[in-house]
């Protein structure tokens, strides 16, 4: 005890207890980028900080350097400039979702293909359907394609499946679900699977005569104005103007969209409009009735023809001709009559002069016969033949 009573304070190093080392200044947590926002480090990640439209949005850089949280920063502001942004919180998308926006997409559009895109879309679900659609890549999609290549599948079918995929994404794109930025690349394969099928019109009567009625008329309307076998199948009467010589196709039938005027201006259809104004009156159980459809068995739209057509096609030694190669064969027909494009364009309801194109084929007699043309016109002008030695008679300088 010290002199005043006190316990003096021993300077003794306490044993087991370390030495406590001063306290650092606190490290710089919260860096301002100017124009750009500001990066914050929460533990060892940096994370964003950035305002789009008045409101604030936080996102982690994923890493912890900070060089990499700032370029994040300078993408983010360069998205909400151009209008692409999305934000983590909102671009939770998958693929199955992304794909069930196109089979909605095609019901609200009544895209007839709906029945077919259940069946494109299943092995895309079954392979990406888990996933975040933003983080889809190239290589996979590459990856699938030649898995299903490997498959057996014709390129054609991988390619619709992909171009489902393909329209699922400008849809996200639309309704800001997805950036733009992150829609990976996808390619097709190359198709050259044009069909080229056509009748010439003596083989087109031999198959009529194999037909039974309303078949035989369905195929000469179809022959003669290239309407497709499902817009012809729609016809009623109130569709028809005897009086006035015009049958219309109403929108809702036409794969356009849009209704299409045919005049009845030839004896072929005028024939077949008449033959199916007397056929109207059927007997049935219940006595006499008049049926509304153009081409019915009994009173009932035809829906199935694809049997007896085959059937007809097969005696007359053509087993591979569709019913739709009726279309081609009719834009064929009205270019060799001379019918200008636009005019068998508005007729057929081609909407674009690149489909119509497909449709008119030329074969090697078209060519046969141009190059006998040319040469009957050359020897039909003086000036020319004079001029082409090979036209003039044998024996003659």
Known sequence: ???????????????????????????????????????????????????????????????????????????????????????????????????????????????????????????????????????????????????????????????????????????????????????????????????????????????????????????WFAYLSGWRKAEVLSLTWDDVERANGVVTLRPEFSKNKEPRELPLANPGLQGIIERRWNARLVMTENGPLVVDRLFHRDGKPVKVLRRCWASACKKVGRPDLLFHDLRRSAVRNMVKAGVREKVAMRITGHKTRSMFDRYHIVDDRDVREALKATEAAFAADQHKSGIYQHNQPQGTE
């Open 1 to 219: 005890m010290s002199d005043d009573g006190s316990t003096p304070v021993l300077d003794v190093p306490l044993l087991g207890v370390p030495d406590v080392p001063p306290k650092q200044p606190p490290q710089q947590r919260r860096i301002t980028v100017k124009g750009f926002g500001a990066i914050y480090l929460r533990g060892s990640t940096w994370y964003l900080d950035y305002w789009k439209d008045g409101k604030q949005h936080r996102e982690s850089s994923k890493s912890g350097k900070e060089r990499v949280a700032i370029a994040l920063l300078k993408q983010r502001h360069g998205e909400i400039a151009r209008g692409e942004l999305i934000t983590p919180k909102v671009d939770k998308l998958t693929v199955s979702e992304l794909l069930d926006g196109v089979i909605q997409d095609y019901k609200l559009s009544g895209n007839r293909s709906i029945k077919d895109i259940g069946h494109r879309i299943a092995p895309l679900k079954e392979r990406f359907g888990h996933e975040r659609a933003s983080r889809l890549s190239e290589q996979r999609i590459e990856n699938y394609r030649t898995d299903r290549l490997a498959l057996k599948k014709a390129r054609a079918t991988i390619n619709r499946e992909l171009e489902a995929l393909k329209r699922g994404y400008r849809l996200a794109v639309e309704k800001n679900q997805i950036s733009p930025v992150r829609v990976p690349i996808i390619r097709f394969f190359p198709e050259n699977n044009a069909r080229q099928g056509f009748v010439e019109y003596e083989e087109f009567c031999g198959i009529i005569q194999h037909l039974p009625e309303p078949i035989a008329d369905i195929a």
